[in-house]
């Protein structure tokens, strides 16, 4: 159903975010048969005013196309998100800028970590998301899912060389933390108000060693009971948040 141009999206807040946010990308639209719903009416409304006519098909039917169970009535083809060139992407929305905080996944490989930093990213106001292709999670349906409505509100920037891209993002004036259970420090010791970049680790590998040595400080999140590390998603959270904390925000 969908190709490597297209990307099905399941689910009415991840659907209801595409056509608030990208209503161009939508190309087709299904949603289940015999369902009275005002939200999945409402999409049906906004689909038609867009030219996109709304199929109604069976709940069996919705699932095949949806690839997954987890549809709440309503599937969408569109066109994937825009993916910025690394050059482009700091013009726009780091140089100039007052206090740019940037994501860095380095080799993110799960797909629901991805959707769920990408709604982290959202939430703090993140002027972009850097991604290594090598070794990383694509734009799926199940990142979509789990986005829930970020898909289209955060750049994405996606890079064949990091340890050249984080020399770059120096060079621009952003200093670059990245997060480690091994650094001597806590985040908390930081000064964090200031143009910044936040190093993550891909799930149970960390920082590889070249990304590591192109950190300015490496932090760690103080941890008090007896697990040795927070999954990926809640140690991002805790670092961004507490980066909003210290901004005042």
Avoid at 137 to 150: D, F, H, L
Avoid at 233 to 249: H, I, M, P
Wanted: hydrophobic residues 45%; aromatic residues 4%.
């Amino acid at each position: 159903m969908s190709d490597s141009r297209t990307l099905l999206t399941y689910g009415l807040h991840a659907v209801e975010a595409a056509f608030r946010h990208a209503p161009e990308a939508i190309l087709e639209c299904w949603i289940r048969l015999g369902t009275v719903q005002p939200e999945l009416e409402q999409l049906v409304a906004r689909a038609t005013a867009l030219g996109v006519r709304a199929q109604r098909v069976g709940g069996e039917a919705l699932e095949r196309i949806a690839g997954a169970p987890g549809h709440q009535g309503v599937v969408i083809r569109r066109r994937p998100p825009r993916g910025w060139a690394f050059d482009e992407w700091l013009a726009t929305h780091v140089i100039g800028a007052a206090l740019p905080l940037v994501l860095v996944v380095d080799q993110l490989q799960d797909p629901q970590n991805l959707g769920a930093v990408l709604r982290l990213a959202d939430a703090t106001g993140v002027s972009g998301i850097i991604l290594t292709k090598d070794r990383s999670a694509g734009i799926t349906p199940a990142v979509a899912k789990v986005a829930s409505g970020a898909l289209d509100t955060v750049p994405l920037v996606f890079v064949t060389n990091l340890a050249r891209t984080l020399e770059a993002l120096k060079e621009a004036g952003v200093w670059l933390v990245g997060a480690s259970g091994e650094a001597s420090e806590s985040l908390y010791m930081l000064d964090l108000n200031r143009p910044l970049a936040w190093i993550i680790g891909a799930e149970g590998a960390g920082l590889r060693r070249l990304t590591r040595e192109s950190c300015d400080w490496l932090a760690r999140i103080p941890l008090k009971g007896t697990v040795e590390s927070l999954n990926l998603g809640t140690a991002t959270a805790v670092c961004l948040f507490e980066t909003l904390r210290q901004r005042g925000a």
